[in-house]
């Protein structure tokens, strides 16, 4: 076979091929090996959402100030805890033992080393800020989204698969709710928008 040819051969393959990977999230969903839903792995301290987001109700945001400005939401450093643990020492024994280990992580400088629970590859680009500030025309998707009910958790886990096909099917999904909005779709499907 002359190279055009091999070339054309390819590009006919793959052409046929993807569409109907693509259709069908659940073709991905088995071929691929790194997913994590319900992963949730041992954290040093067992840091609670459901006690902090939830009881306490404080804002996403105040702990992942990145959120809406970059690329990554980011895990807070512990000065954010302590602006409450200088004070807050804890009622119950146990309490007071967690809280005294956030303190001592945070005097000797030494941080905590949490465990990443999400772990995208990093062929995948994916950015909060586009997500959780830019879509929806501006209005932004709600962090519970794509992450759930944090809220109601104790140690942190993953909600969603987050394979290709669960941005895909979201991308598509949204861009036909962009097209009745009246708005230009602008959820992309081409493959250089995730791979860069
Ligand atoms: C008081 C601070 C604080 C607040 C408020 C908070 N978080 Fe967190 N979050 C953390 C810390 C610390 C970690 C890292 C430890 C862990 O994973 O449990 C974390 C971890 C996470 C992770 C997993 C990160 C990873 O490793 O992949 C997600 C997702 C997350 N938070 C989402 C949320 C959402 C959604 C809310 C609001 C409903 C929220 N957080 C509110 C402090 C906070
Ligand atoms: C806005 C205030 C506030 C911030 C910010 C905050 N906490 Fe807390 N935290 C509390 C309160 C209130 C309690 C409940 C204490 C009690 O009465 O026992 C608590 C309890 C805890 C406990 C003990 C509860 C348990 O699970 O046994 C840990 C551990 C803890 N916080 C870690 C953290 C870490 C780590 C951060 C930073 C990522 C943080 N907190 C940020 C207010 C805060
Ligand atoms: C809940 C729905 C939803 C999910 C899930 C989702 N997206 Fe999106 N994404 C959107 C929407 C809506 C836009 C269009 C934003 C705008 O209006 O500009 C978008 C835009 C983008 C863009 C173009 C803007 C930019 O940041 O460069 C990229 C790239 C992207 N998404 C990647 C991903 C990846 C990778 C995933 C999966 C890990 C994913 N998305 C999951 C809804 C979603
Ligand atoms: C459209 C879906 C989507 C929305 C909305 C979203 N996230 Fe995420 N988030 C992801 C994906 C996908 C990853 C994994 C990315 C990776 O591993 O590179 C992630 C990872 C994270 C992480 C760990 C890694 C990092 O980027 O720092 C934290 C913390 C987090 N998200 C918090 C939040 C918070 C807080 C909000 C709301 C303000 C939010 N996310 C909104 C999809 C989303
Ligand atoms: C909206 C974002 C998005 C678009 C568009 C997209 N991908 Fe992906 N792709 C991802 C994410 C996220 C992953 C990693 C998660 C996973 O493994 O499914 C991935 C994984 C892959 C992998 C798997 C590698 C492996 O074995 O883990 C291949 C191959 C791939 N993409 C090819 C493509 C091709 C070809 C296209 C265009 C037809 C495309 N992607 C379009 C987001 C996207």
Known sequence: MNAKLAVLFLALTIGTAMPVLLGFREVWDIALPNYHTGYQPDQPIPYSHRLHAGYLNIDCQYCHTAADQSRHAGVPNLQTCMNCHTTVLGRT????DR???VKEAF??????AWSRVHNNPDFAYFNHMTH??????????????C???????????QKEIMSMGWCINCHRTWNDEYKKQG????????????HR
């Not at 024994?93 to 007071?96: A, G």
């Open 93 to 96: 024994t146990e309490s007071k």
């Open 99 to 101: 809280i005294a280990k």
């Open 107 to 112: 005097d000797s400088g030494k941080g905590v």
């Open 132 to 145: 959780v500030r830019i879509a929806k025309n501006g209005q932004g998707f709600d962090c519970q989204e």
């Open 147 to 157: 992450h759930g009910q944090m809220q109601n958790e104790g140690v942190a886990n």
């Open 183 to 194: 708005w230009k779709p602008a959820a992309p499907l081409n493959c250089d928008a995730c």
